[in-house]
């Protein structure tokens, strides 16, 4: 009893922050889960997995551009929703364990990179961050995305500090499983294989070798995909980062206005351009006088350039899931220089003021604090639950209004109940339709082919359950 007194006394202000950190990400966690079409998607392809229906060798492609990550998010989460008993806010609960989690693993793996205030200050942007909190209240796979960068690039390190064989084996593995849960973590590879290049010795090819075994090994039903598809992933993710958007010919300034939306949305403020450049260019500056020193600082500046400048080259909208792979390495980097300046008397007082103002800035975006949930689960449970009752044959359509809109959340608790509408994509068209509108829709008059394709139709029946209109549609 005496030690655990004594650990949690040496430790009471990280205890502090997990505690804080934990309660941001679980509070009213069940009423603002977000389950929509890609959740929906999900849980339908995961519970497929459990019950050995299907064992998927690619998994989601992107919203734009029709490139596929892998498998490895759905294999990974799989369990808790097995945990749960098939009920969705389990996956929720997956990514909310392994981003508490990831506060953890950062306090260690900083503190022993760097030191013990740099994991503190480190540790409290990350748990009071609302966009990493936002990504651990709902299950999608670029949520896990910070954690298993932070993995990738501490791996990495390690295997050029220790040149242990099983270093070099994880940093291939977890570089593959942060490719998988975001096509942009590509952008990793050219710094590592640079670093690699640069400390290359004949006598650690085996090391090397082992690096690209990790990742080949994991990697590999999605290489044999794009093998079997003539490349058809890595053409659509060159021609999606090159032709994606507007085309812009300045990439400079798209340099400067990716650096300045990594800010933005880090601290949830729209900085002054001119304060962002001033940032960038004080990085750069001291990037290049610890270029020779042996820090490990150095290594995160360098992913976090690399990163920055490979990006800058996609032209589309930056979402803030686009950054996952930024956000810890900037933090870790803004971590670093706050801690030195701790070391002085005057200084120390600003570094308080600017967490303090972290804080402040993200705290008004902790929606989840002030205003009600819209239980999203429990709305798609109810619609479906009431369609169920509904459905009169196995043969039936079913589709949303406007078109995709959370459709398959529906469509997975109709599956828990064993009822799967009929294929639209193989143009199966059954005896009876049924239509969720999330807003006043005209069937008759409408533009959807997935409405279209039911042929003429009249309207037998039409419902408003939970602030949606359901109809039932039937052949004339």
Request: net charge positive; glycine share 4%.
């Amino acid at each position: 009893m005496r030690r655990i007194i004594n650990i949690l006394t040496k430790n009471w202000l990280l205890i502090l922050i997990i505690i804080f950190g934990f309660f941001l990400r679980i509070y009213r966690f069940p009423e603002y889960v977000q389950f929509l079409a890609d959740q929906g998607r999900d849980a339908i392809i995961i519970k497929r997995i459990i019950t050995l229906e299907h064992l998927p060798a690619i998994g989601p492609s992107t919203s734009i551009g029709q490139v596929y990550l892998g498998p490895f998010y759905y294999y990974f989460i799989a369990p808790w929703l097995l945990i749960f008993n098939f009920e969705p806010i389990g996956l929720a609960f997956g990514v909310l364990f392994f981003s508490t989690l990831f506060l953890l693993i950062n306090y260690f793996i900083i503190k022993e990179l760097f030191n013990k205030n740099i994991a503190l200050i480190s540790t409290l942007l990350i748990s009071f961050s609302y966009v990493l909190i936002e990504f651990s209240r709902f299950s999608w796979n670029p949520n896990l995305l910070p954690l298993f960068t932070l993995l990738t690039v501490y791996f990495f390190i390690k295997s050029l500090k220790t040149n242990q064989w099983f270093y070099y084996l994880l940093a291939g593995c977890f570089l593959s499983f942060s490719i998988q849960l975001h096509y942009l973590s590509l952008f990793i590879i050219p710094i590592i294989g640079l670093i690699y290049l640069i400390n290359f010795k004949l006598k650690n090819l085996k090391n090397y070798l082992l690096v690209i075994f990790g990742f080949l090994f994991f990697s590999l039903p999605l290489l044999i995909f794009d093998l079997r598809h003539n490349f058809l992933n890595s053409k659509n993710f060159f021609k999606l980062i090159t032709n994606s958007g507007q085309q812009k010919t300045n990439y400079l300034n798209n340099f400067l206005e990716t650096f300045n939306y990594l800010n933005q949305y880090l601290f949830n403020f729209k900085i002054n351009s001119i304060l962002v450049l001033i940032i960038l260019f004080l990085l750069i500056i001291n990037f290049i006088f610890i270029i020779k020193k042996k820090d490990h600082i150095k290594l995160f500046l360098s992913f976090f350039f690399f990163l920055l400048f490979f990006f800058s080259f996609y032209s589309g909208p930056k979402h803030p899931h686009y950054f996952s792979n930024l956000y810890p390495i900037y933090i870790i980097i803004i971590s670093y220089y706050l801690e030195y300046l701790t070391r002085f008397k005057l200084e120390k007082f600003l570094v308080f003021i600017f967490l303090v103002s972290f804080i402040f800035l993200n705290f008004q975006k902790y929606s989840f604090l002030f205003y009600k949930g819209n239980n999203q689960i429990e709305h798609a449970k109810k619609v479906a639950d009431f369609i169920s009752k509904k459905i009169t044959t196995k043969k039936f359509n079913f589709a949303v209004q406007p078109d995709g809109w959370q459709e398959d959340s529906y469509l997975y608790f109709l599956e828990l109940k064993n009822l799967k509408p009929l294929d639209r994509k193989k143009v199966e068209i059954g005896d009876e339709m049924f239509v969720v509108c999330g807003q006043l829709c005209d069937l008759y008059n409408t533009n959807s082919w997935n409405i279209k394709m039911f042929g003429e139709f009249k309207i037998k029946n039409k419902w408003i359950i939970d602030n949606v209109e359901i109809y039932k549609l039937i052949h004339k």
